[in-house]
């Protein structure tokens, strides 16, 4: 059974930094495309950022929602079959769930990064954001 398993989220400060972390298994991680997807309270589901799947020397390709803005860098370690997410400069407007999730199919790539693209799903990292 494929397992998604997020960590990291936490309560900080405005302009404050934040890394998530997402470890998987039972799955060849590499030939996945992977996501982070956040939820705020009262939102739908959005996509904050993907990376491509990959395998040897090949450069992943990533791609960010608008709100980003360069404040968020996602990134993998294929050794260790781990997603990360680095936020920085959070905002208010950042507290949601955090998701990990994994695209349907493998050899696939991000697609428009939206929710029903993606067949597997973490439970979750709250990250709040307040003064």
């Known amino acids: 059974e494929v397992q998604l398993v997020e960590s990291g989220g936490g309560l900080v400060q405005p302009g404050g930094s934040l890394r998530l972390s997402c470890v998987t298994s039972e799955f060849t991680f590499s030939r996945y495309s992977m996501a982070w997807f956040r939820q705020g309270p009262g939102k739908e589901r959005e996509g904050v950022a993907c990376?491509?799947?990959?395998?040897?020397?090949?450069?992943?390709?990533?791609y960010y929602g608008e709100f980003v803005r360069g404040r968020f860098t996602i990134s993998r370690d294929n050794a260790k079959n781990t997603l990360n997410l680095q936020l920085n400069s959070l905002k208010t407007e950042d507290t949601a769930m955090y998701y990990c999730a994994r695209r349907t199919s493998p050899n696939t790539g991000c697609g428009s990064l939206r929710p029903r693209e993606f067949g597997s799903w973490g439970q979750g990292t709250q990250v709040t954001v307040s003064s």
């Open positions: 990376i491509s799947w990959m395998t040897g020397g090949t450069t992943a390709s990533t």
